[in-house]
């Protein structure tokens, strides 16, 4: 983990997870992204520990820049969560991840993001 000098950027951008043992992602917004690790805000309870795979896929300005995405496809563990609330009855969770394992490369695209 690389936590302790990493630069937090805020952004606001849609990324999907996958929890343990799903085909299918969950949606989730990030808030917060750094070489270390992420801040998301979603409708899914997520818990201490738990151990999700992430894929963030970066906005593009362009079609040409659509077509050459490249996105980060990583595991991630649930460092801290809360409940906030959205108004009315919504409800939902900020959680707070580490990237586990990220390759160096996935490391360099979100450091250039």
Not at 69 to 77: D, E, P, S, W
Request: proline share 5%; aromatic share 8%.
């Amino acid at each position: 983990m690389l936590k302790q000098h990493s630069v937090w950027v805020k952004l606001e951008t849609p990324v999907d997870f996958y929890l343990p043992g799903d085909a299918l992602p969950r949606a989730a917004v990030a808030e917060e992204l750094s070489i270390s690790g992420m801040t998301l805000r979603t409708s899914n309870p997520l818990y201490l520990d738990m151990k999700i795979t992430v894929q963030i896929n970066f906005p593009q300005e362009t079609v040409e820049e659509f077509i050459k995405q490249k996105g980060v496809l990583c595991k991630a563990q649930v460092r801290w969560t809360r409940e906030i609330h959205g108004g009315r009855s919504d409800v939902a969770w900020e959680v707070g991840v580490d990237f586990v394992d990220i390759p160096q490369q996935d490391q360099a695209l979100i450091q250039e993001y």
